[in-house]
């Protein structure tokens, strides 16, 4: 299955666009929001021409079951309606959905294939969005229009002559609906194969698998409400300010009110000094910022669960003198596992807990004072904890920590990861799985009459793996940016290239369409903003945010072309066309989604009268069992683990690196090469490293250096010139951008734990430059 990697295509066009002037580095010292977002916003919608639609769409953003939900992320609704309730990325993310400009068919008779791959992300996504199918023409290298029948002919050919239906694999990226999400699981179950890797297989798979395991609900349990009533609020490995900032209105209000906030970040980002809460017009006149932080602390990248374990470790040794500090009660009716958690952290050093967190003893005490001074408390978390090797281990800690003291199962308590896309959470709360459980396949069998695989498929990384032994032959992206998003760049490239047919399902140009099988098709379909028509009438589809609720997110705009189909109608088309004997009444289904939800309602715990409820004000949230302290977990309690601390510390002469989002970028989708709350402007190809690790390198501020990765085959790969920024890092730390640096994570690093890349903690050595600098 290796391939030889100095034979690799390079990966050379840029992400970003062309930077507009020199590269410039000057520390952030405002609040997080206000004026500098609303500046950014309006530069936004004048270069996107949508001066007209934008603002008109913003109104409609989350509004309750009348508008459209915003797919900018999984955050949730404002539960009073009272606010507008938005942000500058929300905005700008929808903004570029609706822009005027397309791509159709002149485009690509004017541009070949090889041609566009030499294009920059950014350049391609930049065209607009798509307007009909088009096909993949070998003979001339262009891509050329297709009717919608012939297409799904063409992917129901290829499926229907497959050895085996576990030679396809079915990609979702979070954006899709909990609709078209039931009918693509069915698909692919129908076909005969589990193969459904998602976004999630990169991005909180470590949380789920994690909460599963201690109180066997793979969710969060605390919701806005709880967020509201909170004592303590512990925010670890989330760059609030960018990629969830309707979170700072949360954070400002809980400060406003007294709470606690404690950000644990080797980076201080901008959600942990001060905001200007987004949509508080009086404040943003007067520039008034609320702090949003009472205690930040820089653990070294990998650090969190050895911090979690010095604050249980504390409390544990106060509670000799003080019983109070535990919830005794909690724990003897509720949990299972305290005696040997207690002998474990005991057991566990002062020393190791330093060592491996990066924080001193005070620190630590620090932090243990705010968790026992409050009464309620919630632990959230994003990226910074999920995408390690030990991530699974980590989130396992912060539940442990919760336990100690009941904060779980009461108002204000809870954990609450922060989830990434708009719907993710819902994606697999409706069948994207590619372990699924035995009563979900059992359900599924006996409502939609199809006799489900039994066995476990692929997921992102065991997909890419298939493709290059050959044993995927077909790839179906249901949104999504494969080729960029998923580590290990050339090879991911070198693995859909093996296919003997990928098909994306997209809005937009971008390179997993560039970088494709023998056969390849481009399906445009509708965004969330449009306006879905179908045979009894516009339909609304529904989705799940971070904390579990369900509501209905109906689209207003005209569509980008007359030439666009739904998701739904889409998955149809292919499903007919692969499945022709299917008694699934597939065109049934996408004349109108109440019917879908019927049949998931049947299907999915927690979907009872789904029709009904998902159109109340403002949805229905799914039952946690957890949250009501019923643990489908084997010992019916929630459990405690105890799990070595791993160790995190990187070797002499190396760094631990994080690849981590600017502020103007979503995932692959690149806005600009400025990150404003970092400082930075015009520059993507950078590396941020602590001051004193530059000077021991010899490394001058803003000087390119060469980046080498090591994975744990040993195998080496590379970024030369990248722009070393002095921040404010720990040492032995180092943090960059995805997609770029997924050229450095080896597919090979994945947690033993949750199969997920290792994206925040990659091996590496960094040295001055001998050549020049990758800025464009
Ligand atoms: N505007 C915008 N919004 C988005 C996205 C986007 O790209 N743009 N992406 C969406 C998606 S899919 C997701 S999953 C989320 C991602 O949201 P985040 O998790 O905020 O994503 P990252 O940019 O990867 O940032 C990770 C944060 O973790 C910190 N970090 C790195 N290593 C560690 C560590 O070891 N410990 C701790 N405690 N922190 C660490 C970094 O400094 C950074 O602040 O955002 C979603 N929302
Ligand atoms: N190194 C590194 N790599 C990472 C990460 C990291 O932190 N570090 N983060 C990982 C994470 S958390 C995630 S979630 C993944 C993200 O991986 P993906 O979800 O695969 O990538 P996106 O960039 O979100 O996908 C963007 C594309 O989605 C399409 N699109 C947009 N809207 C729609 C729609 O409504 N319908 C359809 N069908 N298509 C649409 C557009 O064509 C656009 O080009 O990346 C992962 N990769
Ligand atoms: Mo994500």
């Known amino acids: 299955m290796s391939i030889d990697r100095d034979e690799q295509p390079s990966v050379e066009p840029g992400v970003g666009p062309a930077p507009e002037g020199e590269p410039r580095f000057r520390p952030y010292h405002h609040p997080a929001a206000g004026w500098g977002a609303a500046k950014s916003v309006s530069r936004f919608l004048v270069r996107e021409r949508a001066l007209v639609d934008g603002p008109r769409a913003i109104m409609r953003m989350n509004h309750e079951n009348s508008g459209f939900d915003c797919p900018g992320c999984a955050w949730p609704d404002d539960l009073k309606g009272l606010h507008l309730d938005?942000?500058?990325?929300?905005?700008?993310?929808?903004?570029?959905?609706?822009?005027?400009?397309?791509?159709?068919?002149?485009?690509?008779?004017?541009?070949?294939?090889?041609?566009?791959?030499?294009?920059?992300?950014?350049?391609?996504?930049?065209?607009?969005?798509?307007?009909?199918?088009?096909?993949?023409d070998p003979a001339s290298d262009h891509y050329v229009p297709i009717s919608w029948k012939d297409a799904f002919e063409v992917v129901g050919r290829a499926l229907r002559e497959l050895d085996s239906p576990d030679q396809a694999s079915f990609y979702t990226s979070g954006r899709l609906g909990n609709e078209p999400t039931f009918l693509y699981q069915l698909l692919a179950r129908e076909l005969g194969t589990n193969n459904l890797p998602d976004c999630s297989n990169m991005c909180h798979e470590?949380?789920?698998?994690?909460?599963?395991?201690?109180?066997?609900?793979?969710?969060?349990?605390?919701?806005?409400?709880?967020?509201?009533?909170?004592?303590?609020?512990?925010?670890?490995?989330?760059?609030?300010?960018?990629?969830?900032?309707?979170?700072?209105?949360?954070?400002?209000?809980?400060?406003?009110?007294?709470?606690s906030i404690v950000h644990v970040n080797p980076l201080i980002e901008a959600a942990a000094t001060r905001t200007i809460v987004p949509h508080d017009f009086t404040d943003m006149a007067l520039f008034k910022s609320t702090r949003t932080s009472t205690l930040n602390l820089q653990v070294r990248i990998g650090g969190d669960m050895a911090l979690m374990r010095g604050m249980a470790k504390v409390i544990l040794e106060e509670s000799k003198t003080d019983p109070k500090v535990l919830d005794q009660e909690f724990i003897d009716r509720y949990t299972t596992g305290f005696a040997e958690y207690r002998t474990l952290c005991e057991a566990t050093s002062w020393e190791e807990i330093e060592e491996q967190s990066g924080l001193s003893r005070d620190d630590v005490l620090a932090a243990a004072r705010v968790y026992c001074e409050a009464d309620r408390t919630i632990i959230s978390w994003c990226l910074g904890v999920s995408q390690h090797e030990h991530g699974v281990d980590t989130v396992r800690e912060i539940v442990n920590l919760l336990l100690l003291r009941g904060n779980l199962g009461r108002e204000g308590a809870g954990p609450s990861p922060v989830r990434g896309h708009s719907n993710v959470q819902g994606n697999r709360t409706c069948g994207i799985d590619h372990r699924p459980t035995e009563p979900f396949l059992d359900r599924l069998a006996e409502v939609c009459g199809i006799d489900p695989p039994r066995e476990h498929g692929l997921d992102t990384v065991g997909t890419i793996e298939a493709m290059l032994r050959g044993d995927v032959?077909?790839?179906?992206?249901?949104?999504?940016?494969?080729?960029?998003?998923?580590?290990?760049?050339?090879?991911?490239?070198?693995?859909?290239?093996?296919?003997?047919?990928?098909?994306?399902?997209?809005?937009?140009?971008?390179?997993?369409?560039?970088?494709?099988?023998?056969?390849?098709?481009?399906?445009?379909?509708?965004?969330?903003?449009?306006?879905?028509?179908?045979?009894?009438?516009?339909?609304?589809?529904?989705?799940?945010?971070?904390?579990?609720?369900?509501?209905?997110?109906?689209?207003?705009?005209?569509?980008?072309?007359?030439?666009?189909l739904s998701e739904p109608a889409i998955i149809a088309g292919?499903?007919?066309?692969?499945?022709?004997?299917?008694?699934?009444?597939?065109?049934?289904?996408?004349?109108?989604?109440?019917?879908?939800?019927?049949?998931?309602?049947?299907?999915?715990?927690?979907?009872?009268?789904?029709?009904?409820?998902?159109?109340?004000?403002?949805?229905?949230?799914?039952?946690?069992?957890?949250?009501?302290?019923?643990?489908?977990?084997?010992?019916?309690?929630?459990?405690?683990?105890?799990?070595?601390?791993?160790?995190?510390?990187?070797?002499?002469?190396?760094?631990?690196?994080?690849?981590?989002?600017?502020?103007?970028?979503?995932?692959?989708?690149?806005?600009?090469?400025?990150?404003?709350?970092?400082?930075?402007?015009?520059?993507?190809?950078?590396?941020?490293?602590?001051?004193?690790?530059m000077r021991e390198r010899g490394i001058e501020d803003l000087a390119p250096v060469d980046i080498t990765s090591t994975a744990r085959d040993g195998s080496e790969r590379h970024l030369n010139g990248y722009l070393a920024i002095p921040y404010d890092i720990p040492r032995g730390c180092a943090a960059g951008y995805m997609p770029e640096m997924n050229v450095l994570c080896a597919l090979v690093d994945r947690s033993a734990q949750s199969d997920q890349p290792v994206m925040k903690h990659v091996k590496v050595t960094i040295v001055a430059s001998s050549g020049a600098a990758a800025h464009r």
């Not at 690509?108 to 096909?135: C, I, K």
């Not at 399902?505 to 965004?527: E, Y």
């Not at 489908?632 to 981590?660: I, N, W």
């Open 86 to 136: 938005i942000c500058e990325n929300g905005i700008k993310h929808v903004t570029w959905e609706m822009t005027p400009k397309r791509v159709g068919r002149d485009f690509f008779a004017a541009h070949s294939v090889t041609e566009l791959y030499g294009w920059s992300d950014y350049d391609l996504e930049n065209q607009g969005r798509l307007t009909e199918p088009m096909v993949y």
């Open 206 to 259: 470590a949380s789920g698998r994690a909460l599963q395991a201690s109180l066997g609900t793979g969710k969060g349990t605390a919701d806005l409400k709880d967020w509201e009533t909170a004592d303590a609020l512990f925010i670890m490995g989330v760059n609030a300010a960018s990629n969830a900032p309707r979170m700072l209105t949360a954070l400002a209000e809980a400060h406003d009110r007294g709470a």
């Open 473 to 564: 032959k077909v790839f179906v992206g249901m949104g999504g940016n494969f080729a960029l998003a998923a580590p290990d760049t050339p090879v991911t490239y070198e693995a859909l290239r093996r296919c003997d047919l990928t098909v994306q399902v997209s809005t937009k140009l971008n390179r997993s369409h560039l970088v494709h099988g023998a056969g390849a098709l481009i399906l445009p379909c509708l965004g969330r903003t449009e306006k879905d028509h179908q045979r009894r009438g516009v339909q609304r589809t529904s989705v799940e945010d971070s904390m579990s609720m369900v509501h209905l997110s109906l689209g207003m705009k005209r569509p980008a072309s007359k030439d666009l």
């Open 574 to 693: 292919i499903a007919r066309a692969a499945l022709p004997e299917s008694s699934t009444p597939w065109q049934w289904y996408v004349e109108d989604y109440d019917r879908i939800r019927d049949t998931m309602a049947k299907v999915l715990d927690g979907f009872e009268d789904f029709n009904r409820r998902v159109r109340l004000p403002l949805g229905f949230r799914i039952k946690q069992p957890a949250r009501e302290l019923v643990f489908l977990t084997p010992s019916g309690r929630a459990e405690f683990s105890c799990a070595a601390l791993p160790d995190v510390v990187p070797a002499p002469g190396t760094l631990a690196l994080g690849t981590m989002r600017s502020h103007d970028q979503w995932n692959t989708t690149i806005y600009s090469d400025d990150d404003r709350y970092r400082g930075v402007e015009n520059l993507r190809t950078l590396v941020f490293m602590n001051r004193a690790d």
